[in-house]
């Protein structure tokens, strides 16, 4: 891994003077960054089913800010909302930075810049405070990639930072401590998603207790929270949905739409088989379509949650009498 991120940090900044877009194919950091780095950081990943890593140097012409990233696919499978481990390469190419961040893109698009820092800021000190403890080699200190307050993202990414890794390009550590980091960085990504991610207590309390789960207790209110994530995932939702197609609850086999009319089909909700509360101990998580989903109404989704998010035979049984 630290050949690939060599050829990244080393190269960049030379690459990144060409200035054109044309210039990239070929280019010694954009295929390390895009290609030879997310390859190797896979052979790292003990549940390559579970995550998706990726990187970019910009969509068009260089970025300021190169960066590779994985992606729990639990949480988000796009930079730009959610959270996730990435690298960020410095404007200058001096410092890289391994860095447990947030995406900011949508969010800053939603609210306007100067809101989402400061959402931004919220949300990491809610995961900071929960990683209290369990931090080693990585740390709390800030991040600092030299762009202007200006920037579109530099400024975001700062911001988006929980804890971290900061590495001199000039000399990055060895082999053994660069993967060392990683999987501390993997580790507390797990165990965040596990926990309610950026939402405080309160907001699980509250989420959960409006879907009518006021009477479980916290920790089942976590769990429940990390599997909702996953199914209100858009990217998700729209591959379910779209594969198959139908008005029908696959758990009490009623017709939407002849107990709605026509907004029958929207009523219908994704629901994801695998148990996200065996997360912690390690289970592989998969998000096939159609093996791993299961179209629900809303009464069967809230029963499923009850008697076990993977037992769509026992809801069934019980919704069908």
């Not at 877009?21 to 390390?32: M, N, R």
């Not at 405070?129 to 990639?145: D, E, M, N, S, Y």
């Not at 900061?166 to 550590?173: G, V």
């Not at 009477?215 to 976590?222: A, M, V, W």
Request: charged share 25%; with cysteine.
């Amino acid at each position: 891994m630290r050949a690939e991120l060599l050829e990244w940090v080393t190269n960049y900044p030379i690459d990144r003077q060409g200035g054109l877009a044309s210039g990239k194919i070929g280019a010694v950091s954009h295929v390390a960054v895009t290609q030879t780095l997310p390859a190797t950081i896979a052979l790292r990943v003990a549940e390559p089913n579970r995550y998706q890593i990726e990187g970019s140097t910009g969509a068009g012409n260089w970025a300021d800010i190169s960066w590779v990233a994985v992606l729990d696919q639990a949480v988000t499978n796009t930079t730009q909302h959610g959270y996730y481990v990435v690298y960020l390469l410095s404007q200058d190419g001096n410092d890289l930075y391994l860095t447990l961040n947030q995406g900011c893109q949508q969010l800053s698009k939603d609210i306007g810049k100067p809101s989402a820092k400061d959402e931004l800021e919220r949300r990491a000190a809610i995961m900071r405070a929960r990683l209290r403890g369990r931090l080693t080699r990585l740390g709390a200190k800030p991040i600092t990639l030299g762009t202007p307050p200006s920037h579109r993202l530099g400024p975001l990414y700062e911001a988006g930072h929980v804890v971290g890794a900061q590495y001199r390009t000039s000399a990055l550590p060895s082999e053994t401590e660069l993967v060392t980091d990683l999987e501390e960085a993997l580790a507390h990504y797990k165990f965040l998603v596990a926990n309610g991610g950026y939402r405080s207590t309160e907001d699980i309390i509250e989420e959960a207790d409006g879907d009518g789960f006021e009477g479980e207790d916290l920790p089942f209110k976590k769990k429940y929270i990390a599997h909702r994530t996953v199914e209100r995932d858009a990217s998700h939702a729209k591959k379910v949905k779209a594969y198959f197609n139908t008005d029908v609850c696959m758990g009490c086999d009623h017709s939407m739409t002849d107990l709605y009319g026509d907004i029958g089909p929207k009523v219908l909700e994704v629901h994801h088989l695998i148990p996200l509360e065996t997360l912690a101990t390690g289970q592989i998580t998969s998000f096939r379509v159609p093996e791993d989903f299961a179209l629900l109404c809303p009464s069967c989704h809230r029963v499923i949650h009850k008697i076990g998010a993977s037992d769509l035979k026992a809801l069934q049984k019980l919704a069908r009498k």
